[in-house]
């Protein structure tokens, strides 16, 4: 039993080591299954993950195969525009190309024709300018005609100057300030031309009459000193060849003539600059010219004396005279005729003078004496006529002696004949030397051994005073009887020069002073340049219209040809 107990008992550890041995196994199978079993999940889940990326990449593809398809539907859709827009394209084209051929065709037609244009706008250009030519040749021949005319019927030579609008142009009791700039800004007398003057009549109480008045030469506003004194100066050449002249401001008080003749005198201390001053007037300019036309004369000899004369309440006064004291003051001299029919005033000073400077210090001089009071028409009203006068005195000896004789232009020089400039006080051979104040020119020749030639011209500058309404210029007393004298003075000048006019046997130059003064001038022994001085404001336009008739008038006068001045011979001194 106990081998059998033994036996089974050894029958039992084997059976439990292999039962051990199984559970082992079974353990390491389970394992196994286990590891298998994670890897069939493994594998299942990356089945799954791969079943689920398929049905992802499958609706992709189907959606992108969907997109594809509608790109093909919008690439034939676009291929159909794209060959629409080329039709459309290639038939603007050629519409295109076709307007422009046609734009071309009608440019070059254009430019055929603008090159027509311009060639008859050429020729046009080119006729005009030919006429211009001509018209110009027949301008200035038709100026030579007339100066000519003027030269051989003796016409006074009338020029008109419109000056500017000034403040106190402006009519008085004017309180409105837009009434003031309206009038101000009015301005009834202009230039159309260099010959024509405009005046606009709309005078209180009268009809809107326009009136033109035609002179040989018309300033405006805008013309300066300069241009004045350009037309002026072939004047003083004729003073040279032998010729009289006078040259006078005519116009109402305020218009312009001092400003005119002597330039701006803006105080009592003024004296005239002798560098080239813009504003400088008629008197110092021909100063000037006159000694630069003697100083191109070569080999001359020439005295140049000078006088002031005022005429005041028709009064004659030497403003070079001087007094007890030498000091100078203005002297009442008196006018005579002498046997020749001259005017001729008795003791006026005479003063040698050698330059423009020395002359311009005595106008200046005796225009600080002029008389003058300020008016409601202007501050600085000149109440007296001022008459300045060059004589300019040619000595040459005889053909017999030397023949040397005047010469005044270039006629002279063609023939070879000299003359001599110099001074008074340079001649110390031929004549002793010359005082500082004389009675007469002719005290200036007293010759020993020679017989002389002498050859006298002068040149009157005249600065008149303007006439005044009383009314408007609310002048009264001792004032009120100086306008009157004036206007009484013009008004003979203008009786003189009718007469002259009107051919009349008796011409009434004693009326005045002023006219028996410049009876020479007048009377036809000088050429006379009456420059006419008016205002351009409605203010004062029935005075414009007095100034522009006289002058009118005036340009009828026929006083014969002026004369040439003939030398004289002197005797021999005793």
């Known amino acids: 039993m106990s081998l059998f107990y033994k036996a089974k008992e050894e029958r039992i550890i084997v059976l439990e080591t292999e039962n051990a041995l199984l559970h082992l196994k079974l353990a390491k199978n389970q394992g196994m299954i286990g590891k298998m079993s994670a890897e069939e999940a493994n594998n299942s889940f990356g089945h799954y993950k791969h079943q689920k990326c398929h049905g992802s990449a499958r609706s992709i593809v189907i959606q992108l195969h969907e997109a594809i398809q509608r790109l093909k539907q919008d690439m034939k859709n676009l291929h159909l525009s794209a060959l629409a827009f080329s039709r459309d394209f290639q038939h603007q084209g050629k519409t295109c190309l076709y307007q422009i051929l046609t734009a071309v065709q009608r440019l070059e037609l254009h430019n055929d024709a603008i090159q027509t244009f311009q060639s008859r706008a050429l020729e046009l250009e080119q006729s005009l300018h030919e006429i211009n030519e001509k018209y110009l040749k027949e301008k200035q021949m038709r100026k030579v005609l007339h100066n000519s005319l003027i030269e051989l019927r003796g016409n006074i030579r009338v020029r008109c100057r419109i000056r500017p609008l000034l403040p106190f142009d402006m009519a008085s009791g004017e309180s409105d300030l837009k009434d003031r700039q309206r009038n ?22 009268h009809a809107l009459i326009n009136k033109t008045f035609q002179y040989e030469r018309v300033y405006s506003a805008l013309d300066s ?12 050449t004729s003073l040279l060849d032998g010729y009289n002249v006078c040259i006078m401001a005519y116009g109402q008080t305020g218009s312009g003539k001092t400003y005119t003749m002597l330039g701006p005198q803006p105080d009592s201390n003024f004296t005239f600059p002798m560098d080239d001053e813009p504003n400088l007037g008629i008197i110092p300019r021909a100063t000037k010219e006159v000694f630069r036309l003697l100083s191109e004369k070569p080999l001359g000899s020439h005295w140049v004396e000078v006088s002031v004369v005022e005429v005041y309440n028709n009064e004659v006064l030497d403003l070079l005279a001087k007094d007890n004291c030498g000091r100078m003051s ?85 023939t070879g004949k000299e003359h001599i400039f110099t001074s008074p006080h340079a001649v110390k051979d031929d004549k002793p030397s010359l005082p500082s104040r004389v009675s007469s020119p002719t005290q200036f020749f007293s010759e020993s051994t020679e017989k002389l030639k002498r050859l006298r011209t002068k040149l009157q500058l ?40 009107e051919q009349r046997s008796h011409v009434p130059y004693r009326n005045s002073k002023l006219t ?37 008038r005036t340009r009828q006068v026929q006083r014969g040809q002026a004369k040439k001045r003939n030398q004289s011979v002197l005797s021999k001194s005793k």
């Open 225 to 236: 000193q300069v241009t004045v004194f350009a037309d002026v100066s072939p004047l003083l």
């Open 184 to 205: 101000f800004s009015e301005n009834v007398v202009c230039a159309v031309d260099d010959e024509t003057v405009f005046v606009k009549c709309s005078r209180p109480g």
């Open 330 to 414: 203005g002297v009442k001299r008196d006018i005579i005729t002498n046997k020749e029919g001259k005017s001729n005033i008795p003791l006026l000073t005479y003063e040698p003078v050698e330059d423009a400077v020395e002359v311009l210090e005595l106008v200046n001089m005796g225009v600080q004496l002029r008389v003058k009071h300020p008016t409601l028409v202007h501050g600085h009203s000149s109440h007296s006529h001022l008459l300045i006068t060059l004589t300019i005195t040619t000595k040459a000896v005889s053909e017999d002696n030397l023949a040397i004789p005047w010469a005044g232009d270039h006629s002279s020089q063609k």
């Open 516 to 552: 028996h003064l410049l009876q020479d001038s007048i009377g036809g022994d000088a050429k006379l340049l009456l420059v006419l001085c008016v205002s351009p404001s409605q203010k004062y336009v029935t005075e414009t219209l007095q100034t522009l008739g006289f002058g009118s």
């Open 462 to 501: 005249v600065d008149l005073a303007g006439s005044e309404c009383a009314g408007m210029s609310g002048v009264t007393g001792s004032v009120l009887r100086e306008t009157s004298f004036i206007n009484r003075s013009l008004s003979a000048l203008a009786d003189v020069l009718q007469a002259i006019s």
